[in-house]
């Protein structure tokens, strides 16, 4: 469990450098999202997982093409 910790708080720290340095639709914005709800989801906090599994997707909704692979898979 440490090591999902660890990888939640750097995770976490990235997105706000992100949060600073980019616009809100960024997809990389979108990625860190999900790279946050696939710790929770790997935790068994499906609930938070989804929390965050749903804002990547609402960013890669507006920042991508409708035929782009990373929406498909959000």
Known sequence: MDDYSKALEFYEKALKIKEK???SNHPS???SY???GLV???M???S???EFYEK???IYEKA???NHPDLATS
């Open 21 to 23: 340095a980019l616009p």
């Open 44 to 46: 068994g906090d499906y």
């Open 56 to 58: 990547a997707h609402q």
């Open 64 to 66: 991508l093409p409708p």
């Open 34 to 36: 999900s790279n946050i």
């Open 40 to 42: 929770y989801d790997n």
């Open 29 to 31: 914005l979108a990625t």
């Open 48 to 50: 938070k997982a989804l």
